[in-house]
Structures are given as structure tokens and as C-alpha cells.
T-cell receptor, first 109, second 113 residues
Framework: DAKTTQPTSMDCAEGRAANLPCNHS???????VYWYRQIHSQGPQYIIH???NNETNEMASLIITEDRKSSTLILPHATLRDTAVYYC??????????FGTGTRLQVFP | DSGVTQTPKHLITATGQRVTLRCSPR?????VYWYQQSLDQGLQFLIQ???????AKGNILERFSAQQFPDLHSELNLSSLELGDSALYFC????????????FGNGTRLTVT
């Protein structure tokens, strides 16, 4: 079973920032936070990962709270193509990454 | 394009049959992962190989087996197929099994009739 908790669904207007939360209530000190997304029936796509510090790449930003019990994925300017299911995962490495049910993000015009 | 190639894209077969799904990882990636995604189960981890050796196993049925060859491509064999095996099967590859991102192929859609 997935160790993380995410809202089932969220909406976001095109051009606005999408902030997707995740709770990591059982995360341990050496476990990373990973975010992936899956656009309908395509293979999941890696977005970003981090351990303690906030991270940013060309796709998104990852904010991890100081106690590491929650994280937020930020898509700064959402587009229609960002409509997807977003998964957060915490794991010590990439063995047996467990994808939960994720958050279905709908970006609307 | 993730660089991971899966063949075939679609496969339709009958119950009781055996099929082989093939995965070519991204150039340079040593780890290969197999996942199953059905409508009611979500993405389920099946098995992982690293440089030819099995590294991690999930809830893979005994009817299913896999291997990674010296050229690093991988095959997933599904036998004695049942209707419930109908699903999308994804392969992913990564540089190593530690914290390198997984890159997924576009899957093989298996339909068992």
C-alpha cells in the first residue's frame, strides 16, 4: 500500500500555478520524496525528487517542509497539457516504488 | 520520448496462452523495472533487474517471469493467461537502482479474451 496521502482531485486554471500537496506521515530520515505524473494511459513521467531541501527544475518546484511530513509540487504556469494524475512517493531508493492513487489534476481554459 | 522502447504496443490473446513482452532500456541505463496497471489496481510493481541480476520483486505471480539479458534488454513472460491479466504493462529503466529517475516506456496493452 502507498505510504503517502494525496487529494483525489484538483482543478487549476490555465496559466495559474498548480500546487499539489502530499502528506508523508511515515517518512524516515533517509527516504527521498519523488513526484511522477501520468498523462492518460501513457507511461508515468518523472518530474522531480528531493531529500530535505527545496528543489527546482525545468518542469516544477518541490517544497518539502522542515519536518518532512509534507511536500508540495508546484507547476508555476499550468497548461492544458499538465492535465494528468500526479503521484508522490517516498522511498529510500527506486526499488519497489509504490504508486498510490495520486491526484488527478484537471487544468481548464 | 523517454527512450524506453516496448514491443508490441498491443497484444490480444486467449486464456491459457503465453506471451512475451519486450523492453529496450534507454542507452546507458542498467536498471529495468516492470509494472502492471489495471483499471482496478493502479500501478503495481512487478520486478526489477540491475545489470542482469534480479534486484527486487513485488507481487509478481508465479505464472509470470522475467529476465534481463547481457545487452540489458528485458523480457516479461506471462503464461497460463487469465482474463484478469488484461492490463497495461509498463517497463521503466534507470541509470542505477538508487535515486536515478525512472523513465517509462509507453506500455504494452494486453487483452486476454
Amino acid at each position: 500500500d502507498a505510504k503517502t496521502t494525496q487529494p483525489t482531485s484538483m482543478d487549476c486554471a490555465e496559466g495559474r500555478a498548480a500546487n499539489l500537496p502530499c502528506n508523508h506521515s511515515t517518512i524516515s530520515g533517509n527516504e527521498y520524496v519523488y513526484w511522477y505524473r501520468q498523462i492518460h494511459s501513457q507511461g508515468p513521467q518523472y518530474i522531480i525528487h528531493g531529500l530535505k531541501n527545496n528543489e527546482t527544475n525545468e518542469m516544477a518546484s518541490l517544497i518539502i517542509t522542515e519536518d518532512r511530513k509534507s511536500s508540495t509540487l508546484i507547476l508555476p504556469h499550468a497548461t492544458l497539457r499538465d492535465t494528468a494524475v500526479y503521484y508522490c512517493i517516498d522511498s529510500i531508493n527506486t526499488d519497489k516504488l509504490i504508486f498510490g492513487t495520486g491526484t488527478r489534476l484537471q487544468v481548464f481554459p | 520520448d523517454s527512450g524506453v522502447t516496448q514491443t508490441p504496443k498491443h497484444l490480444i490473446t486467449a486464456t491459457g496462452q503465453r506471451v512475451t513482452l519486450r523492453c529496450s532500456p534507454r542507452s546507458g541505463d542498467l536498471s529495468v523495472y516492470w509494472y502492471q496497471q489495471s483499471l482496478d489496481q493502479g500501478l503495481q510493481f512487478l520486478i526489477q533487474y540491475y545489470n542482469g541480476e534480479e534486484r527486487a520483486k513485488g507481487n509478481i505471480l508465479e505464472r509470470f517471469s522475467a529476465q534481463q539479458f547481457p545487452d540489458l534488454h528485458s523480457e516479461l513472460n506471462l503464461s497460463s493467461l487469465e482474463l484478469g491479466d488484461s492490463a497495461l504493462y509498463f517497463c521503466a529503466s534507470a541509470l542505477d537502482p538508487y535515486n536515478s529517475p525512472l523513465h517509462f516506456g509507453n506500455g504494452t496493452r494486453l487483452t486476454v479474451t
